[in-house]
């Protein structure tokens, strides 16, 4: 194992842009994943650890205009109990709710979870149905430059993303809801607590004139990254909400969804478990939207 032999935790985002300039720290904010991670082996420590949960004007949760931004060392309790968050975008404070236990909740960061970029990752299929991006931060030229990434593009392979070893994800962001959005999420495993997502879903659409229009659809756990199911969001989109035509149209999407989720087996289910789920909880949100 690598031995650590210098510990950072600058209080200014220069600071930190600047250790990482070489590419070659460890950052640290809760936790949660790096703990296990590095004592099973799975990853290493480099020599330089970089604790990034005190930098200033890293946290928090605001909006600006028709914006949202979430700090990347935002906590998922913090998420969770946002009264602002609750109004405008509760699909998010619906998956926090759904998000291990109180105890990892409290410590958990939501730029942990993204850039830890498991396909199980409970924050990323209501952050791609709210069409969020990432902003990235590095120093550069003497100064902190930063790149905003759509959160869909930010997922390559499991445990990797487009982001720079000297980066570091300062803030997720995305446009306030339209007032007749409407977000569920849906996650599967065999606990209610601590437990890796089988499967989830996440659904959103508007909801004008009895249609669904502007329908996004995002899955976890049924491919190598988390993804927009592009075809489920095609075959729902202006669809009317009526009685008489809703069983066709929830069929329908069901049906699509075989097109977007290539689950394969694992110690944790078959596949064949996985794309039922995937098809149960697609049918369920939209009722559930309707009923809205």
Same mark, same amino acid.
């Given at each position: 194992?690598?031995?650590?032999?210098?510990?950072?935790?600058?209080?200014?985002?220069?600071?930190?842009?600047? *250790?990482? +300039? $070489?590419?070659?720290?460890?950052?640290?904010?809760?936790?949660?994943?790096? !703990?296990?991670?590095?004592?099973? #082996?799975?990853?290493?420590?480099?020599?330089?650890?970089?604790?990034?949960?005190?930098?200033?004007? @890293?946290? #928090?949760?605001?909006?600006?205009?028709?914006?949202?931004?979430?700090? !990347?060392?935002?906590?998922?309790?913090?998420?969770?109990?946002?009264?602002?968050?609750?109004?405008?975008?509760?699909? =998010?404070?619906?998956?926090?709710?759904?998000?291990?236990?109180?105890?990892?909740?409290?410590?958990?960061?939501?730029?942990?979870?993204?850039?830890?970029?498991?396909? %199980?990752? $409970?924050?990323?299929?209501?952050?791609?149905?709210?069409?969020?991006?990432?902003?990235?931060?590095?120093?550069?030229? #003497?100064?902190?430059?930063?790149?905003?990434?759509?959160?869909?593009?930010?997922?390559?392979?499991?445990?990797?993303?487009?982001?720079?070893?000297?980066?570091? =994800?300062?803030?997720?962001?995305?446009?306030?809801? +339209?007032?007749?959005?409407?977000?569920?999420?849906?996650?599967?495993?065999?606990?209610?607590?601590?437990?890796?997502?089988?499967?989830?879903?996440? =659904? #959103? %659409?508007?909801? *004008? $004139?009895?249609?669904?229009?502007?329908?996004?659809? *995002?899955?976890?756990?049924?491919?190598?990254?988390?993804?927009? *199911?592009?075809?489920?969001?095609?075959? @729902?989109?202006?669809?009317?909400?009526?009685?008489?035509?809703?069983?066709?149209?929830? +069929?329908?999407?069901? !049906? +699509?969804?075989?097109?977007?989720?290539?689950?394969?087996?694992?110690?944790?289910?078959?596949?064949?478990?996985?794309?039922? @789920?995937?098809?149960?909880?697609?049918?369920?949100?939209?009722?559930?939207?309707?009923?809205?």
């Amino acid at each position: 194992m690598q031995e650590i032999t210098t510990y950072l935790a600058p209080r200014r985002l220069d600071e930190a842009l600047q *250790a990482m +300039a $070489d590419g070659a720290a460890t950052v640290l904010c809760g936790g949660t994943d790096l !703990a296990p991670q590095t004592e099973s #082996g799975a990853r290493q420590y480099t020599a330089k650890l970089l604790n990034i949960r005190r930098i200033e004007g @890293l946290g #928090g949760i605001e909006t600006k205009g028709d914006k949202v931004r979430i700090g !990347a060392v935002t906590t998922i309790s913090e998420i969770r109990c946002n009264p602002m968050l609750a109004e405008i975008a509760p699909v =998010l404070v619906e998956a926090a709710e759904h998000f291990a236990s109180e105890q990892i909740r409290n410590a958990a960061s939501v730029g942990g979870n993204l850039c830890n970029a498991s396909p %199980a990752g $409970d924050m990323i299929p209501p952050l791609l149905i709210l069409d969020a991006s990432v902003e990235l931060a590095c120093w550069r030229e #003497g100064a902190v430059q930063t790149r905003l990434i759509p959160l869909e593009g930010f997922f390559v392979s499991p445990g990797k993303t487009v982001k720079r070893p000297e980066e570091l =994800l300062t803030a997720v962001v995305f446009d306030r809801p +339209a007032a007749d959005f409407v977000g569920k999420f849906r996650k599967s495993g065999p606990r209610p607590a601590l437990e890796i997502s089988t499967v989830s879903v996440a =659904l #959103g %659409a508007c909801i *004008a $004139d009895g249609r669904l229009s502007n329908v996004r659809v *995002a899955m976890g756990s049924v491919a190598p990254t988390p993804l927009r *199911a592009r075809h489920v969001e095609a075959a @729902l989109e202006g669809k009317p909400l009526d009685a008489a035509t809703w069983a066709a149209t929830i +069929a329908v999407a069901v !049906a +699509a969804t075989a097109e977007d989720a290539k689950p394969i087996d694992d110690v944790r289910a078959s596949a064949w478990y996985r794309g039922h @789920l995937v098809r149960v909880f697609v049918e369920e949100v939209l009722n559930e939207v309707r009923g809205n």
